[in-house]
């Protein structure tokens, strides 16, 4: 249990009251409390390190923690000092704010932290001062991106009460959800690739044979492209008309640039099977089988790079136009000045303007083909200067869009790397936790049981040994969880335990001296059994317990509990103390009978040690409930289907 | 040529960058929700707590909740962290709605602390009024059985998966037809305010429990 919430405690044991009236049998009483709480002084003391200021220094900034009368709850009247336990290194930035004026962020400071201290001490991040505004404002935005990428990912792992369709979506968008999903995804990009191959293998010249002239292969072998081609384009079309099913918002999805793609792919086709077999219109047709080419991009899917660098384009747009407007420029103006230069002379190629464009164009990428070049001397000063200037005006924008693509991309790897170590992590933190809270209640269940016996015999060593290691805290969340078990009449096991329960189907007859006792209420009357049982054998028992373990000459509490139902998987007895479930011996169990034993060992009134309070002589139970509270060493049931039989 | 071309871009870029500030900074929420409490001292006179306990209580609801108002959600993530077996958000939400008395979503430190005044220092009668309102979902003054219900589930939910006997789906609804049965005196459906200390207050159990945490502060 964190630290920090153990002081909501209180209130969760005082929020229990709430399943009192519920609950059928009585509570186990409290831990006793013996703790002094601390309180604040005057000077601030953040904890531990003293900082004294003026109160009127504090007074400036009266909406402030520190500044208003809600400090008086920090005040410890002892020591006279205002006690914060917060971090101190964080104090200085803000009891700084209180004497310059300007609050500073130092860089050194996680950003998540430093903004938990302010809102603690009720100070707006508005007002740091501008020299470590742009500091605080670019670490806060990296921290709600990486926030952001969490969510995202959480949101992929939720995986209940999902709907087929929207199983089916998530499939689509992230293939690795699945093996279906993966299988699908790579299905349609092995047909994609055999797609475009197709196409490009279309217009290859086959061998030629003597008789025909050389012919693309498209022509020589129409029917196998044509079987080809159909393949695909209905893989294509069953795959859209899936994603069109399973898209959350269909009419988004179909505004979407992937889906048009898609249908710009598979188009064609279509209108091919329709199209007649028109001379005109064929000619048409075949300038459609242009947009086949378009199935490329459905490799974007597939690829994240290529998405990177498509929205890395969206991204730059207003670069791209800036160099697109200023190339154009450029152009029209050499364009002018190399016709001008150029039209003296004979025989010129730059017969117009727009003639010189091509010329212009060529010769500032720098591709230079050579198929237009100035004759005049003019022209080629001209010429000269164009290249020059082409060099420079393509190299500005560039860098711009380089450096997006690159953030983007290292962005898209830090996440992914983060997604990947995120596993590890979350494995790790949950063995830690885990490890200390739920097994820290069950251990202490084992040591009550242990502490009974303990104090039957009377060993008062082992007693306090075994409580030396739970704090009064720990003591009160295993009360708060004992109220709530009682309350519902279940108790928590262990993983481990619950499967074994699970698994022993067979349910053994049981014979014992003690008589049985069917019950007329059916399976909820075992209400508030025993809530360890331990398996062993008295030595004045004649039940044919299995011999459990080496408590020495210590009597043990056994206490068998038996239920059987309609439905349930189940149960023999088991032992808390062993972990595992004994054998108890045969069990007869009849339909919806409850067949419950109990053996009981009186004891002699003792404080018990694990802090709760064993008030009055223990009670064997009647059926009727019990008035005093519980002692935990009385085998006791508020049901009245249970009999006790006590052997000693 | 090329200098004026360096120049224009330069420019453009300036002004391109700009504007991109100016659009995140409006994505990053800037809202600071807070909340002081009134004082110590009429907090005293509202509630049964002496000086110190509300000190200590207040130290723990900030150190939580440092904006000083505790929303459903954190509500649930620190109720939740005492049953780490089982599903506490539901009976968090109850919990919640029995404690924010002015409906607005969140608690305030004098609601919290009022409502533990009643629970912690208050009379057994006061305390079952508590406990009747907390049932009472959709506070008209009466606990139906659905009400009931959904109040039951949400603690059975609590108790998680792996318990012993495991908990079957019909349990929590047979606890109800039994709480009805001793409850409900003129079977009408309906548990009044009457009925509920009426039958409380002849119930020994109940009345022992509801002395159970006197002294838990």
Known sequence: MAAGVAAWLPFARAAAIGWMPVANCPMPTAPRDHRKRHDELIILNVSGRRFQTWRTTLDRYPDTLLGSSEKQFFYDEETKEYFFDRDPDSFRSILNFYRTGKLHYPRYECISAYDEELTFFGIIPEIIGDCCYEEYKDRKRENAERLQDDQDDNKDCKLPNMTYRETMWRAFENPHTSTMALV???????????????????????????SQKDMPCGERYTIAFFCMDTACVLIFTVEYLMR??????????????????????????????????????????????????????????????????????????????????????AIIIFATVMFYAEKGSSSTKFTSIPASFWYTIVTMTTLGYGDMVPKTIAGKIFGSICSLSGVLVIALPVPVIVSNFSRIYHQNQRADKRRAQKKARLARIRIAQTGSSCTGFFQS???????????????EEEEQQHNKSISLLESQHHHLLHCLEK??????????????????????????????????????????????????????????????????????????????????????????????????????CKGSQITTAIISIPTAPSDTTDGGGLHGPPQRRPPPPPTGPQAPSINTTASSNVIKVSAL | ????????????????????????????????????PEGLDQLQVQTKFTKKELQSLYRGFKNECPSG??????????????????????????????????????????????????????????????????????????????????IMKSIYDMMGRYTYPSVRDEAPSEHVDKFFQKMDRNRDGVVTIEEFIETCQKDENIMNSMQLFENVL
Request: with cysteine; charged share 20%.
């Open chain 1, 184 to 210: 699908f995804y790579y299905v349609t990009g092995f047909f994609i690739a055999i797609s475009v191959l197709t196409n490009v293998i279309e217009t290859v010249p086959c061998g030629a044979t003597p």
């Open chain 1, 244 to 329: 069109l099913f399973a898209a959350p918002s269909r009419y988004q999805f179909m505004r979407s640039v992937m889906s048009i793609i898609d249908v710009v792919a598979i188009f064609p086709y279509y209108i091919g099977l329709v199209m007649t077999d028109n001379e005109d219109v064929s000619g048409a047709f075949v300038t459609l089988r242009v947009f086949r080419v378009f199935r490329i991009f459905k490799f974007s899917r597939h690829s994240q790079g290529l998405r990177i660098l498509g929205y890395t384009l969206k991204s730059c747009a207003s670069e791209l136009g800036f160099l697109l407007f200023s190339l154009t420029m």
């Open chain 1, 445 to 459: 269940k084992r040591n009550d049981l242990l502490n009974e016996l303990l104090e039957l015999t009377g060993s």
């Open chain 1, 487 to 588: 309350t519902t009449a279940h108790e928590f096991v262990d993983e481990q335990l619950y499967e074994q329960n699970c698994l022993e189907t067979t349910i053994q007859s049981y014979t014992s001296r003690s008589p049985s006792f069917s019950s007329q209420d059916g399976p909820i009357g075992t209400c508030c059994t025993r809530r360890g049982k331990m398996n062993s054998p008295l030595p004045n028992s004649s039940l044919p317990l299995q011999p459990s373990h080496q408590q020495g000459a210590l009597q043990e509490l056994s206490a068998l509990h038996i239920q059987c139902g309609d439905k349930l998987p189940h149960t023999t007895s088991r032992s808390s103390l062993n972990m595992k479930t004994d054998e108890v011996g045969p069990i007869n």
């Open chain 2, 1 to 36: 040529m090329g200098a004026v071309m360096a120049a224009l871009s330069l420019e453009a870029r300036r002004r391109l960058s700009r504007p991109n500030r100016e659009k995140v900074d409006s994505d990053l929420e800037l809202s600071i929700v807070r909340h002081q």
């Open chain 2, 69 to 150: 108002l505790v929303d459903e959600e954190t509500f649930k993530t620190i109720y939740s962290q005492f049953f780490p077996q089982g599903d506490a958000t539901t009976y968090a939400h109850f919990l919640f709605n029995a404690f924010d008395m002015d409906r607005n979503g969140s608690i305030r430190f004098e609601d919290f602390v009022i409502g533990l005044s009643v629970l912690l220092r208050g009379s057994v009668t006061e305390k079952l009024n508590w406990a009747f309102n907390l049932y009472d979902i959709n506070k008209d003054g009466y606990i139906t059985k659905e009400e009931m219900l959904a």
